[in-house]
């Protein structure tokens, strides 16, 4: 599929720039970030920040508006912002009342957000956070953490934008908005699937009389693949799926909202709701408002869903306020005039510029280039300079083959997020000159992977060369026993914070095995000792095939997951293989 776009490394930030460019009455871009900031909004409230993937259009940037979400930080198509995005976005907006953070329970966006959370704490400023899992699909009842995050993003924002503007404090806002996401049950269904932008192939392939049911928004797929079945049967039984899970009963209230995935018509989503209402009717629910249209979508995936928000008087309350952005509005809304809206802010100030977007050169295969020749015994800060240069051109040299192995039961995101991060690297280390301390440099490598990638990725990938030797003492070489420890830490700390364990199919299946070799054979010097990592790394990888996931995107697809190998775990062993063929030569 051909998609309309300059350059796909660039995608994002001119999508932004063409938005705020178009929307400049009501928006503006923050200068060094990809956050949406809404100009006109009220003081002294707390501060509402939306965000996650770019791709979801008009998700996430769209419902930012007046009564509803005062920015959004947007990261790469299908990827969670990086924490330093969700950190200056709302350090942008935030007056002095608190954040709330509103986002999709996904690996990569809870990881992320609550980086940035931390980031604004340590100035003293509060937050929360309301992690949106409507998708019943995705999770059985008792698991309700672990369903993902769809359409009910929708009347989530909704209602916590109303509370916001209410004057609520956080804590009040912030139990409001976990009521209103509890009372949000969506399932869906793809007829089709997505495209990343700049990738050839599609994340998941249906056949001509084949749906995907359970999908993600991700384009990831569904928990169960079954034959074409028409409106009024798909309808029937979604909604049938949606009442198991809730308590609602005849005279209760609901909103509905029908949501197309990118390529679905509002005539398509119309005949749903057509059948949706007949049900609700018959069950004696009352229908307090309903919507069909495309908000939360997926780029061009065929499909819909379908939301069901119950409410109580209370929820109508602040449902019932009104608000505006260009893509979605409730009640009556005077606006100011448009010389009021263009001087009601000053200019957010910027100690950078916006970097202008580059073409990404051609990647070949890495080349290795030191000063000493023979296998190195220990690593100076410039061999670990090279090193991790080396690393970063086979990294991105295995672009296509990452995205492959991501695409069979993920979104496809990885190997351009891991390409994108290795080109931070080495922008940051080009940069670096005369640097002493051989820690200092993997400290760098790791913060410029955290702070850009965004995903699940960049946290753990960026904590990989930074939590080993963030406040290690400085040295100027590192011996094997040096390095075996590094790893050491930095996988305890990789554990602590995404909770994986060997057998959860995440790059911990790698890591684990690799850092226990580099334990055990530390003694034969860097050559061995690596040569053992990368093998047991490996292994590691080829045991992943047997796994079910437990995080991440294909954590629904269950045993359909068995026989596909995790494109973290293939990530780490590549890591270790290019620190063996340095430390070779």
């Known amino acids: 599929m051909r998609k309309i776009i300059n350059h796909a490394d660039n995608v994002v930030r001119e999508m932004l720039e063409g938005y705020v460019g178009a929307y400049n009455r009501y928006y503006r871009k923050h200068p060094d970030v990809n956050g949406v900031i809404l100009k006109q909004r009220r003081k002294g409230k707390v501060a509402l920040v939306i965000g996650g993937g770019s791709g979801h259009e008009p998700m996430f940037s769209g419902f930012v508006g007046k009564g509803l979400a005062d920015a959004a930080a947007c990261g790469n198509i299908f990827a969670s912002p990086d924490p330093n995005t969700v950190y200056e976005t709302a350090k942008a907006v935030e007056e002095g009342q608190g954040v709330l953070f509103v986002y999709g329970c996904y690996a990569g966006d809870n990881l992320n957000f609550d980086m940035g959370e931390e980031m604004l704490q340590e100035e003293g400023i509060q937050t929360t956070h309301v992690r949106v899992w409507d998708d019943v699909a995705s999770a059985p009842r008792d698991r309700i953490e672990d369903r993902r995050g769809i359409a009910g993003d929708v009347f989530v924002v909704k209602i916590a934008g109303a509370a916001c503007d209410a004057g609520l404090n956080l804590a009040e806002v912030t139990k409001l908005t976990e009521k209103a996401r509890d009372n949000t049950k969506t399932i869906g269904v793809a007829t089709a699937s997505a495209q990343l932008p700049g990738v050839e192939k599609p994340i998941f392939e249906l056949g001509e009389n084949e749906i995907e049911y359970g999908m993600g ?49 509002i005539t398509e989503l119309a005949i749903v709701y057509r059948k949706v209402g007949e049900l609700l009717e018959r069950d004696g629910i009352k229908v307090y408002d309903a919507d069909l249209n495309n908000y939360c979508t997926s780029q061009e995936m065929g499909g819909f869903s379908i939301t069901l928000f119950q409410l109580d008087e209370e929820l109508k309350q602040y449902y019932d306020m009104p608000c505006f ?74 672009k296509p083959y990452l995205t492959e192995i991501d695409s069979a039961i993920g979104d496809g995101d990885h190997g351009i997020g891991m390409a994108g991060g290795m080109k931070k690297i080495k922008e940051k280390l080009w940069q670096m000159e005369g640097e002493q301390n051989a820690y200092a440099v993997f400290e760098a490598a790791g913060k410029a992977m955290l702070m850009s990638m965004g995903g699940a990725s960049g946290v753990i990938f960026g904590s990989l060369y930074l939590a080993g030797a963030k406040e290690m003492d400085a040295k100027a070489f590192l011996t094997a026993e040096d390095l075996a420890k590094m790893e050491r830490k930095s996988l305890s700390a990789i554990k602590e914070r995404g909770k994986a364990e060997v057998g959860d199919k ?80």
């Not at 010097?525 to 992943?544: D, N, P, W």
């Open 506 to 585: 995440t790059m911990v299946d790698a890591l684990e095995p690799a850092v226990v070799a580099m334990e055990k054979n530390y003694e034969k010097g860097l050559l061995e000792m690596l040569k053992a990592a990368e093998e047991a790394a490996r292994q590691g990888v080829e045991e992943t095939k047997k796994y079910t996931a437990k995080f991440g995107r294909a954590k629904s697809l269950m045993e359909r997951a068995v026989g596909y190998q995790d494109a973290g775990a293939t990530s780490v062993w590549l890591i270790f293989q290019g620190m063996r063929e340095y430390i070779e030569g």
């Open 217 to 265: 928004l991700h384009g990831e797929r569904g928990v169960l693949r079954t034959h074409w079945q028409s409106a009024d049967v798909l309808a029937e039984k979604m909604y049938g799926e949606i009442k198991k899970d809730t308590d609602l009963k005849a005279g209760d209230e609901v909103c509905v909202l029908i949501n197309g995935l990118g390529s679905t018509t």
């Open 325 to 398: 952005s260009p893509y979605y509005a409730k009640g009556e809304l005077m606006e100011s005039s448009r010389e009021e809206l263009e001087c009601c802010e000053k200019e957010l100030v910027s100690a950078g510029t916006q970097a202008e977007g580059r073409e990404e050169e051609t990647v070949g295969e890495p080349q290795v280039s030191r000063k000493a020749g023979g296998a190195l015994t220990e690593l100076s800060a410039e061999d670990v300079k090279g090193m991790l240069l080396y690393i970063a051109d086979k990294i991105r040299a295995k």
